[in-house]
């Protein structure tokens, strides 16, 4: 049977008849002693945070559940509950929606503070280490630098200085080391540098900054942004099943999109 039985293998969870163990703890065990945040540590890392360290990551959490209508994945699960799919297809619409552009940014701040991380600890001053990491990342993956800036919110993000004190707390009590909301705040003063104007750290790399504390490697920062908008997703799929409406599109009927082809019907 071992070709069987070893098809899937897994550390996380354990079963049999009348008993379910996840990393090693029984389930009636944890039911009731630990938090989600705890449990979402233990499944994804295999063991348990401290108190400190759970409440950090739910901080985390906390702040990037929603962003309103206007934002594509949330935008999706309320027109896909119009079109007559229940929550958990709204849900896996908008989760899919959570790519690299929409969703992907969290994962891409913690690769560049690891990036310069590692420079760092070469010896390179901090200042210089995040020039340069940031001038290779321009030059090898995009101009754009994730977690920094907002199109909506000016002059700040409200979310990033709430989140980045916290880490200052966490870092005096000895919780976390606090190295990498030094780098965070390191590229935010030399892309403003750069800038000649505000570049202030957006959720995207606050919420990073608190990953990169925690230790979590830079895939999860991405579903662990998934598994906090999903909160939203379904508040506002709920919402907008109690609200009703039917095949709702991205704009009001009375609204046109341009169109660019020959022989354009005039409109009143």
């Not at 409440?55 to 990037?64: D, F, I, M, T």
């Not at 999903?230 to 169109?259: C, F, L």
């Amino acid at each position: 049977m071992s070709d069987v039985s070893d098809w899937w293998r897994t550390s996380i969870i354990d079963m049999a008849p009348g008993r379910i163990q996840m990393r090693g703890r029984p389930i009636e065990d944890l039911i009731g002693s630990v938090t989600l945040p705890q449990m979402i540590w233990l499944m994804t890392r295999g063991e348990l945070p401290s108190d400190a360290e759970a409440k950090l990551l739910e901080c985390a959490l906390v702040a990037a559940v929603d962003h309103g209508p206007q934002a594509p994945s949330i935008a999706a699960a309320r027109m896909a509950v119009t079109c007559g799919l229940n929550l958990n297809g709204a849900l896996a619409s908008a989760v899919n929606f959570l790519d690299d552009v929409h969703g992907g940014a969290g994962e891409q701040s913690v690769e560049l503070y690891h990036e310069i991380a590692h420079c760092a600890a070469e010896g390179v001053p901090l200042e210089d280490a995040t020039s340069r990491r940031i001038d290779v990342w321009q030059t090898e993956k995009s101009k754009y630098i994730p977690g920094f800036g907002h199109r909506f919110h000016k002059p700040r993000d409200p979310r990033a200085p709430r989140l980045l004190a916290l880490v200052e707390d966490a870092a005096r009590n000895g919780v976390v080391s606090g190295r990498f909301g030094a780098i965070g705040t390191a590229v935010q003063s030399y892309l403003e540098s750069k800038a000649g104007r505000a570049v202030p750290m957006n959720i995207d790399g606050a919420t990073a900054v608190i990953f990169a504390e925690l230790g979590f490697a830079p895939p999860l920062a991405r579903g662990l942004f998934c598994l906090s908008r999903s909160i939203g997703i379904v508040a506002h799929a709920w919402e907008q099943m109690e609200q009703g409406g039917r095949n709702k599109g991205p704009t009001p009927p009375d609204y046109r999109w341009t169109y660019e082809g020959e022989n354009p019907i005039e409109q009143a």
